[in-house]
């Protein structure tokens, strides 16, 4: 009985941890992605900041 109480302690915690690591998978996917629309919005505002300035600047 204690055997098969740890088997199945043992096992719900496996459960918890693979539940922690795909959360953990998901919200560092999500942070990528994230990221790289952040950056991608960047550089383009840039670059339409730098066309402007480009075509403020030309007489």
């Known amino acids: 009985q204690v ?3 740890l ?3 043992d ?3 496996a459960e918890i ?3 922690e690591a795909r959360n953990f998978s998901f ?3 999500a942070v990528g992605i994230a990221a790289m629309v952040l950056c991608t919005i960047l550089t ?3 670059i339409i900041a ?3 300035h480009e075509n403020y ?3």
């Open 3 to 5: 055997r098969t109480a």
């Open 57 to 59: 600047w030309d007489p």
């Open 27 to 29: 919200i560092s996917l």
């Open 11 to 13: 096992m719900v915690s």
């Open 50 to 52: 730098a066309q402007h």
């Open 17 to 19: 941890a693979s539940r």
């Open 44 to 46: 383009v505002v840039i």
């Open 7 to 9: 088997a199945r302690g």
